[in-house]
């Protein structure tokens, strides 16, 4: 069983930035394919980007030269750098752990972007 917990969500302005960090359980966390989710209401839940276990990053046409995912395997910890960010990207946040074939979800944290 991974456990998953997002902090960083808040309300910020259009152009601004936020950080989600997601720390995860487990003592193999380098071998865990992670990546961040949003479910915008009213939405079906998309994919914002992945890093697989080698530090390999793949990022959804909208977000891509604006959000960077990266990962500390020494810290358990994976984050999404979120710059100049839109109104369209308010929703909410999943953090989402790939091991040993099963899926795992946090418990989601809410990025509002709004003036």
């Known amino acids: 069983q991974v456990q998953l917990v997002e902090s960083g969500g808040g309300l910020v302005q259009p152009g601004g930035s936020l950080r989600l960090s997601c720390a995860a359980s487990g003592s193999f966390f380098s071998g865990y394919a992670m990546g961040w989710y949003r479910q915008a209401p009213g939405k079906q839940r998309e994919l914002v980007a992945t890093?697989?276990?080698?530090?390999?990053?793949k990022y959804s046409d909208s977000v891509k030269g604006r959000f960077t995912i990266s990962r500390d395997n020494a810290k358990n910890t994976v984050y999404l750098q979120m710059n100049s960010l839109k109104p369209e990207d308010t929703a909410v946040y999943y953090c989402?752990?790939?091991?040993?074939?099963?899926?795992?979800w946090g418990q989601g944290t809410q990025v509002t972007v709004s003036s």
């Open positions: 890093i697989s276990s080698g530090a390999r990053t």
């Open positions: 989402n752990a790939v091991a040993w074939g099963y899926e795992y």
